[in-house]
Every structure is written in C-alpha cells, then in structure tokens.
C-alpha cells in the first residue's frame, strides 16, 4: 500500500507527471513515430494521427473512377495515405491505375510497404515524404487529399484560432504544392478537412463540384484565412476540376 501510494504522490508532482508520461510515450511505437515525424517534418506536417481504414470515401472514389474512365491507366496519388488502406481502396476502383501513396509518418509507410510485400502490385508505390515536391516533376490525373487538412485538437476543442494547432498558410501552401503536381484537366479531391479550398488563391483555376454524398453531410467546422473561425456555414464542394 505504501509503495502505491507513493508511486501516486510522485506521479502527482507535475515535473514528475510530465517525465512519467514522456517514458509512457516513448515505449509506445506509434508515439515515437509522432516524434520522429515531427522532427523530420516540422511545420509540414498537417494532420497528425494516421487513423483510417479502407473504403473510406467510395461515393467520391466511384465520382472519381467515372471522371476517369476515358484515361486507361490513370496516375493517382494519395496525399496522406497512412498505412496504404486508401491505396488499396482506390485499386478496387482504379484497377489499372498507378498509385501512389504519400504520407510523412515513417511507421504507416513501413506498415503500407509491408502488407504490398505480401500482396504484390507493381503499380503501387509508397513514399515517406510530407509534400509532393519530393516527387520530382511527376504530375498526376487525380490527387485525393482525405481527411488531411485537419487536427483532432480543433475538432475536440473548437478554438476561436486555429494559428497555434494548425495554421491555414500551411493549408494553403500544401495545395499549392498540389497543384503543381496535378495535370490541366486533372481532378483534386479535398474532403474531411477544416478549411475551404475556395478560400484559396490555388482555387482560382479550379472549377468546384458537390456530390449528392456531400451536400447530404457537408462540413461545417471552418478557419479562415485569417485563423479565425468562420461559424453558421455549410461547404459541400469535394471534387476541383483543373482548368487548362
């Protein structure tokens, strides 16, 4: 009883409680992964749990999959795939597609590189990397970008800001990127997020789709360009059409 009491007392003095917790995380592979995203990544990284699972989005994927049919084998990336389930989601749609699959955390990488090793696809590629740039000059038909523009902290806490958690210049310059790395007349999909595309200087050579999905559930928790954020309004847009 003793030793349990003071194991409490010590983990009741904030210093202590503070290491106790750091040591917790450590042990934890999923944590030290947060970690060394973090320092390899910095400010680039946008949304930074990797939950998922597969089959997420299939009224936008079949959207998609229909906007694509006239290209046999479309280049395809998943901006944010954490351990590939979008990836393999978007082969049930995209069987003679190339895909690939980008995300900054290490782990979610080795994880999607795994399960391709048991079940071979030599049309599907994965790359640890938190911005399309490391791509090269690659430019792809389509770019999903799924439930990436956002935190978990704004949607728990809704703060008046969002500069401190996620600011919206990252946003913004993360589409840009995007855009350099989509081909005129391909197809962008941002969805799941806490910003508005339309809200960008990027959207001003985009044409905007709803889907009957999306009108259905739109979003509603938004920041602005200024950080604030914007209350009372519904956005459905999930599909941008690059002109050109």
């Not at 592979?29 to 995203?37: G, H, I, P």
Request: with cysteine; proline share 7%.
């Amino acid at each position: 009883m003793f030793t349990s009491a003071l194991r409490a007392g010590l983990r009741a003095v904030p210093p202590i409680r503070t290491a106790v917790r750091s040591l917790r995380d450590f042990a934890n592979r999923e944590s030290r992964a947060l970690v060394r995203m973090y320092r390899r990544h910095g400010d680039q990284v946008l949304q930074p749990y990797p939950t998922t699972f597969e089959d997420r989005y299939p009224a936008v994927f079949g959207a998609l999959a229909s906007r694509l049919s006239h290209i046999s084998e479309p280049l395809i990336l998943s901006y944010g795939c954490s351990d590939g389930s979008e990836v393999r989601s978007l082969r049930r749609w995209f069987p003679h597609a190339k895909i690939v699959g980008l995300d900054p955390n290490a782990l979610m990488i080795a994880k999607a590189r795994d399960h391709l090793s048991l079940h071979p696809d030599p049309g599907i590629s994965y790359v640890e990397a938190s911005s399309p740039n490391s791509l090269g000059d690659v430019q792809f038909d389509a770019i999903l970008a799924m439930a990436v523009f956002r935190h978990g902290e704004l949607e728990r806490t809704l703060p008046a800001s969002c500069a401190t958690i996620l600011p919206f210049d990252r946003f913004a310059r993360a589409v840009e990127a995007l855009d350099r790395h989509l081909k005129p007349g391909g197809w962008l999909s941002v969805w799941n997020a806490h910003f508005r595309f339309a809200d960008t200087q990027t959207a001003q050579n985009y044409d905007a789709h709803a889907l009957e999905y999306s009108r259905g559930e739109p979003q509603t928790l938004f920041y602005g360009p200024d950080n604030r954020r914007i209350d009372g309004v519904e956005y459905a847009d999930i599909l941008f059409r690059k002109r050109g």
